[in-house]
């Protein structure tokens, strides 16, 4: 699967008394999935990138890849990793996260980690609500 777009094409945002234009970016990206690798586990394999559209500079791409591992639909495992091409000025940390999702039933647990420089690692859980695989509601 492969798609491609444009991020924040819109006026200036104005906070308080100041406007500010938030920076365009040309995203893509492309992912493929192995179906049934063992019983009905499956693997997806993703690639994506961002590059600001104004005052382009290649060392502004920014590349991602991800893994997904669902064991037979119940368990999801993740892991991901940025490969900037420029200086990284959050360290080295912050280009690796990781984490996991649950299915049950009709609620799906995610939980992720990430480290943010300064902000130290950051964690992040939602509870969303499907109905046969279709998403309903994000819960939190």
């Known amino acids: 699967i492969f798609g491609a777009g444009v991020e924040n094409l819109s006026y200036k945002i104005k906070y308080i008394n100041q406007r500010e234009s938030l920076?365009?970016?040309?995203?893509?990206?492309?992912?493929?999935?192995?179906?049934?690798?063992?019983?009905?586990?499956?693997?997806?394999?993703?690639?994506?990138?961002?590059?600001?559209?104004?005052?382009?500079?290649?060392?502004?791409?920014?590349?991602?890849i991800g893994a997904e591992y669902h064991f037979d639909n119940k368990l999801f495992l993740r892991a991901g990793m940025n490969i900037p091409l420029n200086n990284n000025k959050l360290?080295?940390?912050?280009?690796?996260?990781?984490?996991?999702?649950?299915?049950?039933?009709?609620?799906?647990?995610?939980?992720?980690?990430?480290?943010?420089?300064d902000l130290g690692l950051t964690h992040n859980i939602s509870l969303s609500v499907t109905d046969e695989g279709k998403f309903l509601l994000l819960l939190f």
């Not at 920076?23 to 994506?48: H, M, N, Q, R, V």
Request: overall charge positive; aromatic content about 18%.
């Open 23 to 64: 920076p365009t970016l040309l995203k893509g990206g492309a992912s493929y999935k192995f179906d049934k690798l063992f019983k009905d586990d499956e693997l997806l394999l993703t690639l994506d990138f961002k590059q600001p559209i104004y005052n382009f500079n290649i060392k502004d791409l920014l590349f991602s």
């Open 91 to 117: 360290g080295k940390l912050n280009l690796i996260s990781g984490g996991f999702g649950i299915n049950l039933n009709i609620f799906i647990l995610n939980y992720s980690i990430r480290y943010y420089g």
